[in-house]
Nanobody, 113 residues
Framework: QVQLVESGGGLVQAGGSLRLSCQAS?????????MGWYRQAPGEQRELVAL???????KYADFAKGRFTISRDNAKNTVSLQMTNLKPDDTAVYYC??????WGQGTQVTVSS
């Protein structure tokens, strides 16, 4: 069983930056192709933020392009999300995604105007 623990969220003013990290722990099998981040704002559905595969090929939601950067370290079983120029609309709980693994608790990101 693999667990995901997210960290790095917090309260930041618009235009600020945050770096989210996700540590996977437990009994690992095959390294999953995709890892990434999703987010869920109050009253909204969970949506994709960014994905990165084992070849470091990335995919971003339109709102994340140019502002967010995803990276992964397969040896450390981590995936990170550097977020810059944050906007109030980025306020949400951010969840780490690892193919074949249950969601973690998420980390709250709140951006004030």
């Amino acid at each position: 069983q693999v667990q995901l623990v997210e960290s790095g969220g917090g309260l930041v003013q618009a235009g600020g930056s945050l770096r989210l990290s996700c540590q996977a722990s437990g009994r690992f099998g095959v390294t999953p192709k995709n890892m990434g981040w999703y987010r869920q704002a109050p009253g909204e559905q969970r949506e994709l933020v960014a994905l990165v595969n084992t070849s470091d090929h990335t995919k971003y939601a339109d709102f994340a392009k140019g502002r967010f950067t995803i990276s992964r370290d397969n040896a450390k079983n981590t995936v990170s999300l550097q977020m810059t120029n944050l906007k109030p609309d980025d306020t949400a709980v951010y969840y780490c995604y690892r193919a074949g693994t249950s969601w973690g608790q998420g980390t709250q990101v709140t951006v004030s105007s």
